[in-house]
Nanobody, 125 residues
Framework: QEQLVESGGGLVEVGGSLKLSCTISVRAASPLAMGWFRQAPGKKRAFVAAISRTGGSTHYTDSVKGRFTISRDDAKNMVYLQMNTLQPEDTAVYYC??????????????????WGQGTQVTVSS
């Protein structure tokens, strides 16, 4: 099972940018589809972005399309989430997740096996 650690969260003003990183410390035999989710106060955890095992395909929730970019660097065992033009509604704890082996990228959190501890992103207005 993958061990994931997120970093890069913080406090940013409206319109600002942050880049989240996810370090994968225990690697599966082959790359896994990866995803980012977020949970705002009082709300359920929600899908943000996913990337395929090869990195050739990505998928985003509508509210972040054009603003967020997910990427991966398997040589460095890293997954990233570049977040631009941040808005107050982006405030949440952001979680990195690794899908079940053999799974395609997904927006369903039940398709993910391993989760990080989360990193807080706060966008001030």
């Amino acid at each position: 099972q993958e061990q994931l650690v997120e970093s890069g969260g913080g406090l940013v003003e409206v319109g600002g940018s942050l880049k989240l990183s996810c370090t994968i410390s225990v690697r599966a035999a082959s790359p896994l589809a990866m995803g980012w989710f977020r949970q705002a106060p009082g709300k359920k955890r929600a899908f943000v972005a996913a990337i395929s095992r090869t990195g050739g395909s990505t998928h985003y929730t509508d509210s972040v399309k054009g603003r967020f970019t997910i990427s991966r660097d398997d040589a460095k065992n890293m997954v990233y989430l570049q977040m631009n033009t941040l808005q107050p509604e982006d405030t949440a704890v952001y979680y990195c997740a690794a899908a079940h082996p053999g799974s395609h990228m997904s927006d369903d959190d039940s398709d993910y096996l391993s989760w990080g501890q989360g990193t807080q992103v706060t966008v001030s207005s």
